[in-house]
């Protein structure tokens, strides 16, 4: 696996989520937050924290922040504070930022000073939850654009023993189904007669009405 290096600016619980879960996985990731309680409890679960403001120039410099693979701006509620933070990323030449938007005009900002990926916590996880909910099946999906997603669906119960073959899938859900996940196997391109079993795993691509109906059935 590669080790990247990343910078997490603001240690509250959405920090704190990517800094532990990208640590978890191996990487090095350095917490740096203005108040030092957060800093004292990030230790256990980030390579290395240290106290800083993230608006002072000369602090995110000594840091050497743009030697990062990537910095997070996970400051929240201050919107003067998370765009001022960003826009010295940027200034300092950072090769990729990532900030947390509180709502649309301020995602609108963070996208005028040039950040790479503006993240919407509230709107993003609602939207999850709301396709979960329409798609009981679905464990996980990518959004290809508006209209199409990759979702990996549980096989429905009455499907168990058949063949996409028999299943006709893609004629009758006009949905392709491009790999299947088996005990902790993946079967790319699976060949028409392969038999699905229970439990099977099935990675689809096509429109997220097709799969929407599918993962409900
Ligand atoms: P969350 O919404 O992620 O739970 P929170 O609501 O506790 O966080 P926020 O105001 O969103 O707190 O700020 C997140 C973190 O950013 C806090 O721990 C705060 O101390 C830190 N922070 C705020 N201003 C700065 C700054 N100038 N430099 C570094 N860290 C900062
Ligand atoms: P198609 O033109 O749709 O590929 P085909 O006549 O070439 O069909 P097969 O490839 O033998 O026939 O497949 C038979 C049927 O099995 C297809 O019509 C399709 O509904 C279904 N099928 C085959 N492969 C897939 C797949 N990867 N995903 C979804 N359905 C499939
Ligand atoms: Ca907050």
């Known amino acids: 696996m590669v080790v990247r290096q990343y910078a997490v600016i603001g240690l509250g619980r959405f920090g704190t989520s990517i800094a532990r879960r990208l640590h978890e996985a191996g990487q090095e990731v350095l917490g740096i937050d203005i108040n030092e309680e957060r800093v004292n409890d990030a230790e256990q679960y980030v390579t290395e924290a240290v106290i800083a403001d993230a608006t002072e120039k000369k602090s995110l410099v000594s840091?050497?922040?743009d030697t990062f693979d990537c910095v997070i701006v996970a400051i929240g509620d201050d919107l003067q504070t998370n765009i001022l933070t960003a826009m010295l990323l940027k200034e300092l030449g950072v090769k990729k930022t990532i900030a947390k938007a509180l709502g649309r005009r301020h995602g609108i900002l963070l996208e005028k000073v040039g950040v790479d990926w503006v993240i919407y916590p509230?709107?993003?996880?609602?939207?999850?939850?709301?396709?979960?909910?329409?798609?009981?099946?679905?464990?996980?999906?990518?959004?290809?654009?508006?209209?199409?997603?990759?979702?990996?669906?549980?096989?429905?119960?009455?499907?168990?023993?058949?063949?996409?073959?028999?299943?006709?899938?893609?004629?009758?859900y006009n949905l392709s189904v491009i790999a299947l996940l088996r005990d902790g196997e993946i079967i790319v391109t699976p060949p028409v007669d392969q038999e699905f079993e229970k439990e099977d795993l099935l990675v689809m691509i096509g429109h997220r009405d097709d799969l929407a109906k599918f993962s409900s059935l």
């Open 63 to 65: 840091l050497e922040v």
């Open 122 to 172: 509230e709107r993003d996880m609602g939207e999850r939850v709301a396709n979960q909910l329409l798609s009981p099946n679905m464990l996980n999906y990518i959004e290809l654009s508006k209209n199409y997603n990759i979702e990996e669906i549980v096989i429905p119960k009455h499907m168990e023993g058949k063949t996409l073959r028999e299943l006709d899938i893609r004629a009758k």
